[in-house]
């Protein structure tokens, strides 16, 4: 299992598009055996162009506080899993996401971003 954290500071970014990297792990028999930090590139590229980043990443699942629509479809269209409206640092949720306790909830992304901002809903 490969899993993406939208990542800043050590912390879950509240904006997936917006994040500074990405925390890749590969996990196996709950266990982390690969750890790596994986620059964000943002909206550079066109709207929603990071999901086939990491889907070329190999990328499984993705951890973020927000996202929006456009993406959330995208990530969905290649068998991507997403948790939304997740917050706190980034160890503390792979341990959970390892225990099998971390809960999915509303996106946090909301349309504050300016018309610059593609993804969908906004």
């Known amino acids: 299992m490969r899993l993406a954290v939208a990542t800043d500071g050590g912390y879950v970014s509240q904006h ?3 994040c500074s990297e990405y925390t890749i792990v590969d996990i196996q028999d709950k266990k982390i055996v690969e750890r790596r930090l994986f620059k964000s590139t943002g909206h550079q590229g066109g709207a929603c162009s990071i999901p086939h980043t990491l889907h070329g990443e190999k990328v499984d699942c993705v951890i973020t506080g927000g996202m ?6 995208i990530f969905d269209q290649y068998g991507i899993k997403t948790f939304l409206g997740i917050s706190g640092s980034v160890d503390e949720v792979i341990e959970k996401f390892i225990n099998e306790t971390l809960v999915s909830g509303e996106s946090t992304c909301d349309s504050s971003h300016g018309e610059e901002h593609n993804c969908g809903r906004h």
């Open 68 to 73: 929006g629509q456009k993406a959330m479809m």
């Open 16 to 18: 997936f598009g917006q």
